[in-house]
């Protein structure tokens, strides 16, 4: 316990996260919330920030994706072994679910920065004989069950994680809910604190939301309304018994449904989007509320390819620890640039090759698309029109490395991963492609690195920010996206990549995509290559100093912790 005693000095803040991707190894993460979470957490120790971090054990992890013969998705469990990674620790504690005491365990994963200096993080537990063995495989599977697994999920991260902070001696000052899934905590601590001032009316305790507004920071995520978890009071209540009275959670949390933004939103004094455009969005839906926008970023360190890396080392011995200093980029040579991009391209194409079977060539852009495969997110929309995209390549020939998973309940997404494979196959004598399973953390950080251009063709304004296009951008990968999420912000035509639909309608972006393919990208990638190398320059320059965690996370610090 000598290091925890470490870890309870300094602590300060709490982060609570239903996902967090701490490494590949550990399958505690979906997509893109974990790995900003996990890149929040890298940044903190970093920067030796006062920070512990929440979240579940995921024993049987998100989705481990298949790909059949005829190109679907056949989802299996993800199984790893907690204890590879962590350490039991010498606590417990109990929180009701349907009445009966769920005991939750947790363990501990040191998160260690470059120099050695470590921050906790918690992975809770409830795969125990204590338990009844309905609760036991509560932890198992991220976004996993039914309505009631997940709410049962949610009571053990927001009312176990609280309880279980405070059991073992930690002093938090902010509670940091990263998305709604954690809103349970403010109601755990809405409890702890009663009104000061006002008299219980018949038997009915009042509390202090001041108190709780003033030591909750609330960070949502999605602008997509089915994002948001909403649960039936019926059986909400069935599972939280009298936890807190229904009159009293109402308010709070919606009439309706039990609506874990709104919970979030009412009592948190300080809430905020992942990106301007986000923000302006989450102010449509939640009018009255005042949200603030702090722009995602990326561990540049984590999502450098190794080439960069040396880049980098020799511009600014200080580049990871402050981003800002990749200003310098402009001084890197054409050689140097290019030299460093192809060993990160011949990587993927070696992965490529072992995971995909196909050969693709050096000489030849590769674009890249790879996300959670849903339908906003439009991943068959380059494939609009086939004939239109034989016509392109003709002219310029280009090759496509696409990934992602699809939801294992999202019937859609999981046609799209058909799709696109039908698609793939359908080109596969003219242009060169493979779409590679089972997208993670390793597959992310070759994509990110490797291709020539990233593409991204969200249905605005429902990409909240997106993170893979900076990771893209920092490895000297051009941008070509439709203006939505960060890359309104990071977006300078011709500069730092290509935007899709500054103006007109989302009906026109599959022909703004084509042309920009035609006029702007392929031939300057062909025919101007000093200017595409001038591009590579300028998006690591104008987007590493602004676009990475650590920034993010100072501004985190100072404007929401510290407020
Ligand atoms: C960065 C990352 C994401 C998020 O990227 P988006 O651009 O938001 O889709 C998702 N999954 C993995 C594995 C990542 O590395």
Request: glycine share 8%.
């Amino acid at each position: 316990m000598s290091t925890l005693d470490a870890f309870l000095a300094r602590t300060r803040v709490a982060y609570f996260s239903m996902e967090i991707a701490l490494r590949a190894e550990m399958h505690t993460y979906s997509g893109g919330l974990g790995v900003l979470a996990g890149d929040t957490a890298r940044s903190c120790a970093d920067l030796r920030l006062p920070v512990v971090f929440v979240t579940l054990a995921s024993h049987e992890g998100y989705l481990r994706q298949e790909i059949a013969a005829d190109g679907s998705q056949i989802d299996h469990p993800d199984p790893w072994r907690v204890a590879d990674w962590a350490t039991p620790l010498d606590a417990m504690v109990g929180v009701a679910v349907e009445g009966r005491t769920v005991w939750i365990r947790p363990w501990l994963y040191r998160l260690a920065a470059a120099d050695g200096y470590e921050i906790p993080v918690l992975l809770l537990d409830t795969r125990l004989e204590h338990n009844d063995p309905r609760d036991r495989g509560l932890t198992d599977r991220l976004y996993g069950g039914d309505d009631a697994y997940r709410l049962g999920q949610e009571i053990v991260l927001g009312i176990g994680g609280e309880r279980l902070l405070r059991a073992l001696g930690f002093e938090v000052g902010i509670y940091h809910l990263n998305e709604g899934h954690a809103a349970l905590l403010t109601a755990a601590l809405l409890k702890r604190h009663p009104h000061p001032l006002e008299v219980p009316a018949e038997g009915q305790l009042r509390y202090d939301t001041e108190w709780v507004r003033e030591h909750c920071v609330f960070t949502t995520h999605t602008p997509v309304e089915a994002g948001h978890d909403r649960f039936d009071y019926a059986m909400a209540m069935r599972l939280l018994g009298d936890f807190l009275p229904e009159d009293q959670l109402k308010p709070l949390a919606g009439e309706d449904r039990l609506n874990m933004t709104r919970l979030a939103l009412n009592l948190s004094g300080y809430v905020n989007g992942v990106a301007e455009r986000h923000a302006e969005t989450a102010r449509k839906m939640f009018p009255g509320y005042v949200v603030r926008a702090i722009t995602n970023g990326v561990h540049a360190h984590s999502w450098v390819h190794p080439a960069f890396a040396n880049l980098f080392q020799s511009l600014a011995a200080d580049w990871a620890h402050e981003p800002e200093e990749l200003v310098r980029a402009d001084q890197l040579t054409d050689t140097e640039l290019w030299s460093a991009h192809d060993a990160a391209k011949q990587d993927l194409i070696d992965t490529v090759a072992r995971l995909g079977g196909v050969k693709l060539r050096m000489d030849l852009p590769i674009l890249a698309f790879a996300r959670r495969i849903t339908g906003y997110k439009r991943p068959d929309l380059l494939f609009s029109d086939l004939a239109r995209l034989r016509a392109l390549n003709a002219r310029h020939p280009f090759q496509l490395v696409i990934a992602g998973k699809a939801h294992p309940h999202d019937e859609p997404g999981k046609a799209l991963v058909h799709a696109l494979h039908a698609h793939l196959r359908e080109l596969a004598g003219e242009i060169p492609g493979a779409f590679l399973p089972d997208y993670g953390l390793d597959l992310a950080r070759v994509m990110v690195a490797g291709a020539d251009v990233w593409l991204n063709t969200p249905q605005p304004p429902l990409e909240a920010s997106g993170t893979s296009g900076m990771k893209a951008a920092l490895n000297g990968v051009l941008n070509l996206s439709v203006l939505d999420g960060w890359w309104w912000e990071g977006w300078i035509e011709d500069v730092t990549g290509w935007g899709i639909g500054a103006s007109g309608p989302a009906s026109d972006h599959a022909n703004e995509l084509y042309d920009t393919l035609e006029h702007k990208v392929l031939p300057r990638y062909y025919q101007d290559r000093a200017r595409w190398l001038g591009m590579m320059r300028a998006s690591i320059s104008k987007t590493a100093p602004r676009f990475n965690s650590q920034r993010m996370m100072r501004r985190y610090a100072a404007e929401a912790y510290l407020r």
